[in-house]
Nanobody
């Protein structure tokens, strides 16, 4: 089992920045690829970003490319999502997820999920 706890969400004005953190516990963190997803009210959960176990490969949804950066610190068992130039359409609950081995962009490919953290971007 892997336990994931997100933090860092909040209310920010359009154009602002937030950094989300996801702390993992339970298994060897460096064995897991990590992903960030988000879900807005009335919408399906969507992929945001993913990072390989080593941090050497990253992937982004087109909607966040150039604005968001995913990173990880395996010594701290933590994955981050730096979000810059935020837009009102980025408003959602953000979830981190973990899966063994390779990265993935589909939610159903992830084995473990956090409870989510709310991000609200005002216009």
């Amino acid at each position: 089992q892997v336990q994931l706890v997100e933090s860092g969400g909040g209310l920010v004005q359009a154009g602002g920045s937030l950094r989300l953190s996801c702390a993992a516990s339970g298994r060897t963190f460096s064995n897991y690829a990590m992903g960030w997803f988000r879900q807005a009210p009335g919408k399906e959960r969507e992929f945001v970003a993913a990072i390989s176990w080593s941090g050497g490969r990253t992937y982004y949804a087109d909607s966040v490319k150039g604005r968001f950066t995913i990173s990880r610190d395996n010594a701290k068992n933590t994955v981050y999502l730096q979000m810059n130039s935020l837009k009102p359409e980025d408003t959602a609950v953000y979830y981190c997820a973990a899966r063994l081995f390779g990265t993935a962009t589909r939610a159903e490919e992830y084995d473990y999920w956090g409870q989510g953290t709310q991000v609200t971007v005002s216009s």
